[in-house]
């Protein structure tokens, strides 16, 4: 396989020295050496001298290579840094799981400070974090339910270590991927090695991979592109030590408990079962936060068996009058606008009570943002005026919710 991945890299190149390789391929040069000695014998590269601008000898692919290279090609198009092993993969997950972290009242309230929230709601929230399993949060829209299990990826804020790519046999599977992983900042150069980590691996946030009405079973398993012949990680093995948050929850466009019945046996033996699409079956550990949210009732997307599986069943409601004075207000600080309690209150008495519209978070934002679009459309400045706001209430809701 590493002779394979040498190629590929020297066929997309042309000439590579033994430095600029190891840095392409993630890999030591005492190991290079052996790999390139091996080529060599092999009559499939050949050595060439420097260059005035590099003094190192530098390798390209002979007629022999090329045609090794293309038939690599052919069959998996990944040219990047060197695979790990799944065992190795496997030990790095377990000594960096998500789960190992304690969180306690004090870091919920760190973390949600500055989020107008019950500490009832807080106090739900981090036990269910601390238990392990699947937390079901559901409510209607608005009620703030995204937002705040997106927050709760900063109570596992630290750093893990994602694999570039993970080696099932002789099929590589892209693991690292820049739209998920959030790369820190390395080291600086000079460190000594054991100060350091292995380059095939790049150190990342714990990530967070949120899915909503897109989500189809396909994603949930390892895919290989046609086009670019690259076989791609599920979606669950790239939140692994991280956070996996599956939005609107009956949305999708196959049946909610296709999507259901792919978790259960994941979420009680902690592994995932997972097939290559050439059949070969493979075991990875389910090491993750499973967190599900949808604005349907979840005895309409589940059966009471799937739901007894998942430990934390939390509602998200509309708020009660002094939590939406205190959004209403973080919305005008933010705005740079003076917060009058007597214009809210007049927005609840005089537009939401009549509707019968309840009060939830998601209200001021929406209606202060339009109402200030209004203002400025007629050169009003930023001045928060209740019939700029009555003029956004007729805007936002659709008449038959009034």
């Known amino acids: 396989m590493l002779c394979e991945l040498v190629e590929k890299h020297l066929y997309s190149a042309g000439t590579l020295t033994l430095p600029a390789m190891s840095r392409r391929t993630a890999l030591a040069g005492g190991i290079l050496g052996e790999v390139l000695a091996f080529l060599r014998r092999e009559?499939?590269?050949?050595?060439?001298?420097?260059?005035?601008?590099?003094?190192?000898?530098?390798?390209?692919?002979?007629?022999?290579?090329?045609?090794?290279?293309?038939?690599?090609?052919?069959?998996?198009?990944?040219?990047?840094?060197?695979?790990?092993?799944l065992e190795a993969y496997s030990e790095v997950v377990r000594r960096q799981s998500?789960?190992?972290?304690?969180?306690?009242?004090?870091?919920?309230?760190?973390?949600?400070?500055?989020?107008?929230?019950?500490?009832?709601?807080?106090?739900?929230?981090?036990?269910?974090?601390?238990?392990g399993k699947a937390i079901f949060v559901y409510g209607e829209a608005g009620t703030g339910k995204t937002y705040v299990t997106q927050r709760l990826c900063r109570l596992v804020g630290d750093t893990v270590l994602v694999p570039h790519a993970l080696a099932v046999g002789e099929t590589i599977i892209q693991i690292f991927d820049t739209t998920v992983h959030v790369p820190v900042q390395a080291p600086s150069p000079g460190v000594r090695l054991e100060d350091g980590h292995d380059p095939r691996?790049?150190?990342?946030?714990?990530?967070?991979?949120?899915?909503?009405g897109e989500l189809t079973p396909e994603m949930l398993e390892v895919q290989l592109d046609p086009a670019t012949r690259l076989?791609?990680?599920?979606?669950?093995?790239?939140?692994?030590?991280?956070?996996?948050?599956?939005?609107?929850?009956?949305?999708?466009?196959?049946?909610p408990r296709a999507i259901l019945n792919r978790w259960i046996v994941p979420m009680e033996e902690g592994r995932d079962y997972l097939s290559l699409p050439t059949g070969q079956s493979f075991?990875?550990?389910?090491?993750?936060?499973?967190?599900?949210?949808?604005?349907?009732?979840?005895?309409?997307?589940?059966?009471?068996?799937?739901?007894?599986?998942?430990?934390?069943?939390?509602?998200?409601?509309?708020?009660?009058?002094h939590r939406y004075h205190e959004i209403w207000?973080?919305?005008?600080?933010?705005?740079?606008?003076?917060?009058?309690?007597?214009?809210?209150?007049?927005?609840?008495?005089?537009?939401?009570?009549?509707?019968?519209?309840?009060?939830l978070p998601c209200h001021p934002r929406d209606l202060i943002d339009?109402?200030?679009?209004?203002?400025?459309?007629?050169?009003?400045?930023?001045?928060?005026?209740?019939?700029?706001?009555?003029?956004?209430?007729?805007?936002?809701?659709?008449?038959?919710?009034q």
């Not at 203002?375 to 003029?391: K, N, P, S, V």
Request: charged share 25%; net charge negative; hydrophobic share 40%.
């Open 370 to 401: 339009m109402a200030l679009d209004h203002a400025a459309y007629l050169g009003d400045g930023d001045h928060l005026r209740f019939d700029a706001l009555e003029w956004a209430w007729h805007n936002y809701f659709v008449a038959g919710d």
């Open 231 to 255: 076989y791609r990680a599920p979606l669950q093995l790239k939140a692994t030590n991280g956070m996996l948050i599956i939005d609107d929850l009956g949305r999708q466009r196959v049946p």
């Open 43 to 85: 009559g499939r590269i050949e050595v060439r001298g420097p260059t005035p601008e590099e003094a190192s000898l530098r390798y390209a692919l002979t007629d022999r290579g090329r045609m090794s290279a293309q038939d690599g090609l052919a069959r998996s198009g990944y040219v990047g840094p060197a695979p790990v092993t």
């Open 201 to 212: 691996f790049v150190l990342c946030r714990r990530p967070l991979v949120i899915t909503g």
């Open 283 to 321: 075991i990875v550990q389910f090491d993750l936060i499973l967190v599900f949210s949808t604005n349907l009732r979840p005895t309409d997307l589940a059966d009471d068996a799937f739901l007894r599986r998942i430990g934390y069943k939390i509602q998200f409601g509309p708020l009660p009058t």
């Open 98 to 131: 998500v789960h190992d972290r304690l969180i306690t009242r004090e870091l919920m309230a760190a973390a949600f400070k500055d989020v107008v929230l019950d500490d009832q709601m807080l106090d739900r929230l981090g036990p269910a974090l601390n238990s």
């Open 329 to 359: 207000q973080q919305v005008c600080e933010q705005h740079g606008v003076p917060y009058d309690p007597q214009t809210c209150q007049t927005v609840i008495d005089r537009l939401h009570r009549p509707s019968s519209i309840p009060l």
